[in-house]
């Protein structure tokens, strides 16, 4: 009999080996096992297989989860944990939202004890939304990145945050300046950054908040440091894209500004990308750079639609994300649940195979994490969660009136949301479950 000093775990598992949407045969691109067995060892797969006799001999201790789904944890590819508590706020569009409501509530972040009340909250709805990393945009004050980094350093947690760059067309109270920013961003990476699961992404807010000295010398950081991220905003509204032109005459368009200052890039994530022209779709995929799609934001903020087979056509990775708090759940199959929406209004349609690699392994291979999460294969680091087929009443009748596999998942897509998730694992280890 082996000793066991390993977290065991039976039940049904599916994770992602391919993108669906580039495999001839849709079995490629997932692994399904319907009673399986997942073996964790120093917060690593040790192996993933199907359960047999002999299992329960080796593993007399394994946990028994038989009836639910284990699936990799979902992974947030553009959020604001500062704006958590102003999530769902009425009646504006993104510029007029931002001075409205946004500005005034970042304010708060000066002031460390806060910032770490919100943090712990904010992490709190990650993992009871079944988020195990996510990348996040912390505040203009240092001690917002400090605050978010030590709560997710107490558990564990991969995550990639950075401070916001903002030195102009923001209120007095949260600008910094070119060379501050520089500075402070620095300081940051050099503390933060691959200490244990933590990692930094430059964050200038996005063009029209910082100016071109700015820009040059968030593009400086990003030359000092090439394997830290890059994270921002391009093109998610209209009105935005004819202020980016006003203030940049000189450059071409919107990505032509992030390019010029060498921020674009395989680890630059560029969020919503609604309105893009042909040549930065062209940009974007020659530089490798990344989108983040954001379903529920897109649709509160009324920004618009995102072509996410346009991307797909010109092999651009993108990543799902919820965008709090222009977006309006944690829940990473609330996202999609509108994104298959918005595919639907675009005619075009949105396979729950595809959109379940787009919360796990897709936003991996989106922010270059694929070798460390993203799937169950062997070595990589256990962040998973145990998913309820059914967590209401409309729900279980739903799933009784599914017939395959497919059909039971998008039923889960496009009705689940937080009360789905039973339990969330970082590196192996539980930490949060919903009896608690």
């Given at each position: 009999?082996?000793?066991q000093s390993?977290t ?11 993108d ?6 849709i079995?490629d691109?997932y692994q ?7 073996v ?5 797969v ?7 006799d002999k299992s329960?001999d080796?593993y007399?201790h394994?946990?028994d989860?038989?009836?639910?789904l ?5 992974i947030?590819?553009?959020i604001?944990y500062?704006q958590?508590?102003?999530?769902a706020a009425?009646g504006e ?17 000066k002031?460390?004890?806060?910032a ?10 990650l993992?009871?939304?079944?988020t ?19 709560e997710a ?8 945050a950075g ?9 007095n ?7 501050s ?17 933590l990692?930094?992404a430059?964050?200038?807010r996005f ?5 071109p000295e700015?820009?040059t010398?968030?593009?400086?950081l990003?030359?000092?440091y090439?394997?830290?991220?890059v994270?921002t905003?391009l ?6 894209i004819?202020?980016v ?5 000189e450059?071409e ?6 390019e ?6 395989e680890?630059s994530v560029f969020?919503?990308c609604?309105?893009?022209t042909d ?10 750079s990344?989108i983040?799609?954001?379903?529920t ?11 996410l087979d ?6 651009v990775?993108v990543g799902?994300a919820?965008?709090v708090g222009?977006?309006?759940?944690f829940s ?5 649940s ?10 075009k349609?949105?396979s729950v ?7 796990t392994?897709g936003?991996?291979q ?16 256990a962040d998973?969660?145990?998913l309820?087929?059914?967590a209401?009443?409309?729900?279980t ?6 017939n395959?596999?497919?059909?039971k ?5 496009m009705?689940g949301?937080?009360?789905?998730i039973?339990?969330?694992?970082v ?5 949060y479950s919903?009896?608690d």
């Open positions: 009999m082996i000793q390993n065991v775990i039976r039940a049904s598992f599916l994770h992602f080996i391919n669906p949407a580039k495999v001839e045969n079995d691109a399904y096992i319907s009673d399986g067995l997942l964790i060892e120093n917060g690593k040790k192996s993933l297989t199907p359960f047999n329960a080796l007399p394994l946990e989860k038989r009836g639910q284990i699936m990799p944890g979902f947030d590819t553009h604001h500062p958590t508590e102003m999530i009425y569009q993104l510029l007029e939202w931002l001075e409205t409501y946004t500005f005034p509530t970042e304010k708060q972040f002031d460390k004890l806060y770490q009340k919100i943090s712990q909250f904010f992490i709190n709805e993992l009871k939304n079944g195990t990393s996510a990348l996040v945009f912390g505040t203009v004050h240092p001690e917002s990145v400090d605050a978010l980094f030590e350093e107490k558990i564990d947690m991969r995550m990639i401070k916001v760059m903002m030195d102009r067309n923001a209120p109270y949260l600008l910094d300046t070119a060379q920013s520089y500075d402070q961003s620095k300081v940051l990476i050099e503390k933060w950054h691959n200490k244990g699961r990692q930094y430059i964050t200038p063009a029209p908040t910082s100016t700015q820009l010398l968030a593009g400086k990003k030359a000092e090439p394997d830290v991220y994270q905003h093109s998610e509204n209209i009105d935005e004819e202020w032109k006003s203030l940049f005459p450059r368009g919107y990505l032509d500004v992030y010029h200052y060498g921020l674009t890039g680890k969020a919503h609604i309105h893009l040549k930065e779709w062209d940009t974007l995929a020659k530089t490798k990344v983040a799609f954001c379903p934001s897109n649709l509160f903020l009324g920004s618009g639609l995102f072509n346009k991307a797909d056509e010109h092999h990775p799902l919820t965008d222009g977006g309006t759940s990473q199959l609330r996202s999609l509108e994104a298959y929406k918005i595919m639907q209004l675009q005619g349609k949105l195979f595809k959109g379940l690699y787009l919360a392994l936003s991996a989106s922010l270059s994490l694929d070798h460390k999460v993203g799937n169950f294969e062997k070595g990589k680091e998973f969660i145990v309820d087929w059914a209401t009443e409309l729900q009748l739903r799933l009784e009136n599914s395959s596999l497919q059909d998942l998008f039923a889960l897509m009705l949301d937080e009360r789905n039973h339990s969330t694992y590196a192996g280890k539980l930490v919903v009896a």
